[in-house]
């Protein structure tokens, strides 16, 4: 079996509550709305490549229970191969999410079930289907040391790897050191490397001290403000693009990196793929949800085409 992108991730149930505050302990609030869909990040890039039109296999665990039914649906929905295992002894993982009403930004509680237990013994039994891949992908949702064991037989095939560093963590540099594109946003890029990430510059500072620790490049995503790209010779600030009014920003990093996986497997120039990845993303912040937010490929290249 071959997939042109190949992701390891973590799929979860999202419950999402959108209210104009978060309560404080002890507290009890009236909420505006509630949804539940498909979510986790591993899962949200795999949905978000699929339907941007690329060729995904998505390794991960579920459990045996509804929420692994909505896991299975909603890949065969998008277009996603599941190069998956399920288990009986623990869940689906599910995550809260508190969405602001008035500005569609989130906060966030996982919890990952059985896909916690992901261990090196999966990333081997799927090492073939790893080192044919074009594009690698892999988060920090899962535990550490199947993401890098991946990363080392993606490296070793050949595949383009790329490492979304979220949720944030301390990694070392050996791992940095496996990665071709690293994709944190501002908060992941200031744990890795200390420095504050509110502006452009700042974002330029920060991409050097990240490529001093292994990458081959560096891309701090930084919401309304674009991107930051830096491969050690040259760095570029490639702009947001305006879709529609904001609803929620839920999945939007997950769209970037999904977007971006697609472009470069579709052997576009990294510039090119940023720029492809952003307009996935601006589609994406315009309806709610995470992997149902995620854009056609006919509703990117649409966005793209407008300049």
């Known amino acids: 079996m071959h997939h042109d992108i190949v992701i390891l991730g973590v799929f979860v149930a999202d419950t999402a509550y959108r209210a104009d505050r978060q309560p404080r302990i002890g507290e009890t609030i009236m909420g505006q709305a509630f949804a539940l869909g498909p979510g986790g990040k591993g899962s949200n890039q795999a949905v978000a490549a699929a339907m941007a039109g690329g060729d995904v296999g998505l390794i991960t665990r579920l459990g045996q229970d509804t929420f692994a039914d909505m896991a299975l649906r909603t890949w065969a929905g998008a277009g996603v191969t599941p190069l998956v295992t399920q288990h009986a002894d623990s869940y689906t993982g599910a995550a809260f999410i508190f969405v602001d009403a008035a500005t569609g930004n989130n906060a ?9 237990t992901i261990c090196v013994a999966d990333v081997d039994a799927r090492a073939d289907v790893i080192a044919a891949a074009k ?173």
């Not at 966030?108 to 916690?116: E, F, H, N, R, W």
């Not at 309304?224 to 702009?239: F, K, R, S, T």
């Open 108 to 116: 966030i509680i996982i919890a990952p079930g059985v896909a916690a």
């Open 135 to 307: 594009v690698f992908v892999t988060q920090l949702e899962q535990p550490l040391d199947a993401a890098e064991h991946a990363m080392r037989i993606a490296r070793a095939g050949g595949a383009v790897t790329i490492l979304n560093p979220a949720p944030a963590a301390d990694l070392t540099d050996a791992m940095l050191a496996l990665c071709d594109y690293v994709t944190p946003n501002e908060t992941e890029a200031e744990a890795l490397t200390g420095l504050p990430v509110t502006t452009v510059a700042e974002a330029t500072l920060a991409a050097i001290a990240l490529l001093a620790r292994g990458p081959k490049a560096a891309i701090i995503t930084l919401g309304d403000n674009g991107c930051l790209y830096h491969d050690g010779q040259v760095a570029v600030h490639v702009p947001a693009i305006f879709a529609g009014p904001v609803v929620e920003t839920t999945g939007a990093g997950d769209a970037f990196n999904g977007g971006f996986a697609t472009g470069l497997a579709d052997e576009m120039d990294p510039l090119t793929a940023i720029r492809f990845a952003t307009a996935t993303a601006a589609i994406s912040v315009t309806r709610p949800g995470a992997a149902p937010s995620m854009p056609s490929r006919t509703e990117i290249d649409a966005l793209l085409a407008r300049g």
